[in-house]
């Protein structure tokens, strides 16, 4: 598959059937810290110093904190500063520096919409001659990862770490003992809910305080109802987009779910940033939960035997009963991003370029990030998880990512972060059942292009 050089009007192109030997893309999750201590990340020797802010959360933070160890130790003149944050205060502070003109030297994000504001506002370098300088680089990645780090046929992104689709996750011990099958279609979601509660049970996991989890079911209903076409006519600008007949069939398919009591309790006031939802499936609380790739990990790490015994189950999101979208697409983050800020000094910028030539998916990284139920976006990556205990989950990754006709981004991310804020408040409120499913579209329409 050719490199792809997509702009904003054809980024639900993203799909990623590519032969799977060269195919396959994290949301995480408030306050900052410091990536390790001392000269691992702090720049000894008084040489010149990079720096680099990403998202914190175990496993993944580690992965990150390492990669940066293993190259300040390769690099003792030239080092990289790290500090990471949880996913919401992160978005508000690099929002902050980036306007400010004090963003750090890397830049990490997921591309789209947000790196186009980046871009617009004249903050990030422009790295296509420095990829066709360092082809090399280039080609080790997946052609498909590119695609969100292009803004006009230009790349200002390097593309990194994994790829990872939404998926419906379900504790297979509580199926069984409600007496029911993973569901298949989306009739069988709202048939089997009634009987999940019955049991005391909780049919679906949420942290609906952090917005953007609740967003995930939206992006599968907009898909499965009307096709990818449905939120591209929002993302190319088209007047009313938002007032799609399958937008507003999908909007009160939502809150049927929501009003029938489909998630937990006081899901309102659960954050995905202490990973709390994930505790609710792995303990037995939940039932099901529709979530990012990346959390696979964290219920690894943290669920006891859930994971290793083999209780948890994982499927794509089923179809809807007469919808027009291919049941094989899928949503999430086709790769996560690093830009290198337009005004880090000419020694920091040669510092974050060294940092992607030989620390970026290096070979270390790229076992590392299969060692956490993740799929590297390096070529060849499948080597790594071949032999993994997780062999299985990370194949179903490789395979969903793979096969799906559309990969689509992440709505937050492929729009201007004005118009996202705009939706993911508008979310919440359509979840808390505070706006009906028109005055969501009408909310939404208001900010089109914006």
Known sequence: ?????TSRRTFLSLSMGLPLGAALAACGTSGPT?????????????????????????PQEGVRRRAIERFNKANPTTQIEGTAFQNDAYKTKIKTAIGAGQAPTLIWGWGGGTLRSYVQAGQVEDLTSWFSENAAVKDRLFPSSFGAATVDGKIYAMPCETVQPIVLYYNKEVLEKVGVQPPTTWGEIMDIVPKINAKGIAPFALGGQSRWTNMMWLEFLFDRIGGPE???AVFDGQKDAWSNPAALDALTKMQDLIKANGFIK?????????????????TGKAAMMLHGAWTYGGMKNDGGDFVPGGHLGYMNFPPVDGGKGDPSNTVGNPGQYLSISAKATPEQKEIAKKFFTTGVLDQTEVKEWASTGGVPIAKGADSAFASSPDAEFLKFVYDI???????AQSWDQALSPTAAEVLLDNIAKLFQLSISPQQFQSNMNAVIGK
């Open 1 to 5: 598959m050719e490199t792809r050089t």
């Open 34 to 58: 410091r990536a390790g201590g001392g000269s691992a990340t702090g720049g000894g020797g008084g040489g010149a110093k990079a720096t680099y802010w990403y998202l914190s959360v175990e």
């Open 401 to 407: 990512a793979g096969n799906a006709k559309t990969f």
């Open 266 to 282: 006081g899901f309102s006031s659960i954050t995905a940033d202490s990973n709390a939802d994930q505790a609710l499936l792995y």
């Open 230 to 232: 449905v939120f591209q």
